[in-house]
């Protein structure tokens, strides 16, 4: 078998970010500085970890980068209002609300509460009826957004191409299925209720797993030449690592690689694209909002 071709999202997601530290510096020049307040609730250490590295990279970047932290007990109420204070607020044009949130707090009460033009994550009723509308003022949440970007740079055939998405969530699985549609993609969207699983993936031409159940995907669900885009991030044993685990996706990439096109790793594919598209979205969110 030929060797596929590795999407490498660490190099994809490092041009993404050179492009918006160009942006920026011509915004500032106008006078703009762009804004994401980032909002973490609780001490989920997976939570804490994602928050670091979105606010390193608003740093780096040269953004204005609020941090607000709130105690594992923060009622819906004081939540409410550093929303409302955020929307209010001219120097913060983006606005991300850590998820998952404490179980005691209404997460799509807080996503309604987020003025729409700040909604960077794109998780807002209007920002989810822009994707389907294709209205490009919209805001497409950013790990959908980076999967396309990698097929767009890799130079991957949407056009007229069979698409199989696995998983249904607002987060990941729709968005990502209605961006491959808007590309004339053929899609499916497959689920835990789908029947045949490994024969629906099998029909792909383009694969992209959003599942979270580790190296689900085996060899004999891909077809000969099939592109891989593995959205999963799970955390496996593994007692050779100093840590005692290690990430791994939800496509067996070990067996399934050699049969492929093309293919994201877990890590280095999709997940570093997911803070560049964040970033990406911050500047677009500056531009309109100005
Ligand atoms: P959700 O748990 O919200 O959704 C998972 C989806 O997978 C559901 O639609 C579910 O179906 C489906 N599913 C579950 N089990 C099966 C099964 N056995 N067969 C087929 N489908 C199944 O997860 P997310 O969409 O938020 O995330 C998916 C994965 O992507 C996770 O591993 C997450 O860590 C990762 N992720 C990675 C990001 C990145 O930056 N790379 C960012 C966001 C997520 P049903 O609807 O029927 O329950």
Redesign the pocket.
């Given at each position: 078998m030929s060797q596929p071709r590795i999407l490498d999202g660490k190099a994809v997601a490092a041009s993404v970010l050179e492009e918006c530290r160009s942006e920026t510096a011509a915004l500032k020049e106008k006078g703009i500085t762009p804004g994401l307040a980032v909002v973490l609730v609780g001490n989920d250490p997976a939570s804490a970890v994602y928050v670091g590295s979105k606010t390193r990279t608003c740093a780096d970047l040269g953004f204005h980068s609020p941090k607000i932290e709130l105690p594992e007990n923060t009622t819906q109420e004081e939540l409410l209002k550093v929303v409302a204070d955020l929307n209010a607020d001219p120097t913060v044009h983006g606005i991300l609300v850590q998820f998952p949130l404490p179980k005691h707090l209404d997460e799509p009460e807080v996503i309604r509460a987020i003025d729409p033009r700040k909604d960077v994550d794109g998780l807002h009723p209007e920002n989810v009826a822009k994707l389907v509308l294709g209205d490009p003022t919209g805001f497409v949440s950013c790990?959908p957004a980076g999967c396309m970007k990698l097929l767009e740079v890799s130079g991957v055939e949407i056009n007229g191409a069979e698409a199989v998405v696995?998983?249904?969530?607002m987060?990941?699985?729709k968005p990502v299925a209605m961006l491959l549609l808007a590309k004339n993609a053929t899609v499916t969207i497959?689920?835990?209720?789908?029947k045949d699983?490994a024969a629906v993936c099998r029909r792909a031409d383009i694969l992209v797993p959003?599942?979270?159940?580790p190296e689900m995907v085996k060899e004999d669900w891909v077809k000969p030449g099939a592109v891989v885009i593995d959205?999963?991030?799970?955390r496996i044993p593994d007692s050779t690592k100093k840590s005692g685990s290690r990430l791994v996706g939800?496509v067996d990439y070990k067996e399934v690689a050699p049969k492929t096109a093309a293919i994201t790793p877990v890590p280095g594919g999709?997940?570093p694209m997911?803070i560049a598209m964040l970033m990406k979205n911050t500047l677009q969110a500056a531009r309109q909002l100005g």
């Open positions: 790990t696995i998983g249904r969530s987060l990941v699985g497959a689920h835990s209720r789908t699983l959003a599942v979270g159940r959205v999963g991030i799970n939800d999709v997940g997911t």
